[in-house]
């Protein structure tokens, strides 16, 4: 069992940046993938970016490469989503993931465990 919880949600306007993070409790952290979601409104969930175990690899969603970094700290049990340069579209809740598979991508079966999300909100 993990339990996940996020924080670092707000208001920013456009072209600002927030930092999003994601507290693992329970099972070993560092044998989790680790994938951040986000959902918009009337949206499907979709993914935006994951990291593997040990952090040496990162995928991004096209839409937010080159603006969104992912970094974790496994001595800390911690995930963050660095969102520079937001956009109104980036509005939605985000939410962090935990999955067994070593390779961290956008399929959502692949994670069991789920935070309960934060809100961004960016104006424009």
């Known amino acids: 069992q993990v339990q996940l919880v996020e924080s670092g949600g707000g208001l920013v306007q456009a072209g600002g940046s927030l930092r999003l993070s994601c507290a693992a409790s329970?099972?070993?952290?560092?044998?989790?993938?680790m994938g951040w979601f986000r959902q918009a409104p009337g949206k499907e969930r979709e993914f935006v970016g994951g990291i593997n175990r040990s952090g040496t690899n990162t995928l991004y969603a096209d839409s937010v490469k080159g603006r969104f970094t992912i970094s974790r700290d496994n001595a800390k049990n911690t995930v963050a989503l660095q969102m520079n340069s937001l956009k109104p579209e980036d509005t939605a809740v985000y939410y962090c993931a935990a999955g067994s598979r070593a390779v961290a991508g956008p399929s959502q079966s692949d994670y069991g465990y789920w935070g309960q999300g934060t809100q961004v909100t960016v104006s424009s």
């Open positions: 329970g099972r070993t952290f560092s044998i989790y993938g």
